[in-house]
């Protein structure tokens, strides 16, 4: 995706000239503008994972993330000091973004999405992701009964999203 015109394209429409991407030098970025921006690319996670060590032999994790074309690698990198947490890191032709810290989380990614709302589907990934993340704080997820709660609430996330069953009245 926007690798510029295919050759038969090009073939088909000799006049069509190629205009330069812009490049940008000295981001600024603003909160208002990473809201909009995660309500289109980002990702709210929780894994579940296989743990020797926890008692239900199972363990939960959460993560958000971004992910980008690499030519977006400046933008990417200044997410980590705007939002003062977080990692970068690049595979292939893609870099992410990720805070899996769950204090990163708690005190930056949680306020400032509160404050500048997630919007569309993906709101309800947001609103799902904190209501695991009170269970962790709550420590309901080293019970069974949590740990089942957080596997129907993942399930439905996402691209579960589409595919949830709404509950008989």
Known sequence: MNRGLSKS??????????????????????????????????????????????????GVQLEFSLSQHSRDEALMKSLIELLKCGSFHMQNDACYYRVGNLSSITENIIPLFKEYPILGEKSKDFSD??????????????????????????????????????ASE
Do not use: Y
């Open 9 to 58: 394209l090009q073939a088909a429409f000799p006049d069509i000239l190629p205009i330069p991407r812009a490049v940008f030098h000295n981001l600024t970025l603003v909160p208002e503008w990473l809201g909009g921006f995660a309500s289109a690319e980002g990702c709210f996670f929780v894994n579940i994972f296989n743990s020797s060590t926890h008692k239900l032999k199972a």
């Open 129 to 166: 992701f904190c209501e695991v993340l009170e269970m962790i704080k709550d420590k309901k997820h080293l019970t069974k009964e949590g740990l089942e709660q957080i596997r129907i609430i993942k399930a439905g996330m996402n691209t579960g999203r589409s595919k949830s069953v709404p």
